[in-house]
């Protein structure tokens, strides 16, 4: 009974997404809902990012700092930790977790308070494709969310070095030597790969349980925790699909 429930749900799903392509709503429209939603979803969500990568990076620079208790381990490793940990999988995945319960839980109640208040019954009265109008505009705004992970990227690997060097740990040039150190082009390509997945995913799940949620108020912030834990089970199941696609040998 349940796995048939997720079934018709998961393909309500891909049919959703499939509507949302059709039928598209005048280009002089669409631009301005996509300039709104660009300032909603990845504007409005840096200084969260922002704050939270650079004082991660640098927990996981001392972190790693003081786990080095033996002298003949080279202090460079600080640097390299902090790189391999900040760009595989703190800034694409964890951050994306975060940006679920933030932008995920504002795309669910926005998109459900609309329900409830029968705003998407009056677009689809006046003839118009509520799914191509409230959700296609995310998913173009998320597409940006990579320049989001990049500056997560940064201020993660920044946060190490001040932590790292102004904590007495290591030096500047043994931080820098560790960021050099065995530096793997490709793993830039898988975290931004990842990142795109988890873009699309940010934008219709959270749309998905908005749009076709049923009742009241009340109903609308269920709706919007329902997103959140799916929104973040689905990221990290595809962080390890993609993981074992892209970087098993």
Do not use: C
């Not at 909603?40 to 790693?64: E, W």
């Not at 931004?192 to 988890?198: A, D, E, G, Q, R």
């Not at 940010?202 to 009742?215: D, E």
């Amino acid at each position: 009974m349940i796995l048939s429930r997720w079934l018709t749900q998961i393909g309500k799903y891909f049919l959703m997404v499939k509507e949302v392509f059709r039928k598209p709503t005048k280009s002089s429209v669409m631009r301005g809902l996509i300039l709104k939603e660009i300032d909603d979803l990845i504007i409005g969500s840096l200084g969260i990012v922002s704050f939270i990568s650079f004082f991660v990076g640098g927990v996981v620079a001392i972190q790693t700092a003081l786990n080095l208790t033996n002298p003949l381990i080279p202090k460079y490793l600080i640097g390299f930790a902090t790189r391999q940990s900040v760009i595989l999988e703190f800034a694409p995945t964890f951050i994306s977790i975060i940006m679920a319960g933030k932008v995920g839980s504002f795309i669910t109640s926005s998109i459900g308070t609309m329900r409830v208040t029968e705003q998407i019954d009056a677009l689809e009265v006046m003839g118009v494709n509520s799914l191509n109008y409230l959700v296609f505009p995310k998913i173009i705004a998320l597409l940006f969310y990579p320049f989001v992970i990049m500056l997560s990227m940064f201020l993660g690997i920044l946060g190490g070095w001040m932590a790292g060097v102004y904590g007495g740990f290591t030096s500047s040039a043994e931080f820098i030597s560790g960021i050099q150190t065995e530096f793997i082009p490709f793993h830039i390509t898988y975290a931004f790969i990842k990142t795109f997945v988890f873009a699309l995913l940010l934008a219709t799940i959270p749309s998905f349980h908005g749009f076709y949620m049923k009742g009241g108020a009340l109903e609308v912030g269920k709706a919007s925790t329902t997103s959140f834990v799916w929104t973040s089970v689905m990221i990290i199941l595809s962080n390890y699909i993609l993981t074992q696609l892209l970087l098993s040998k």
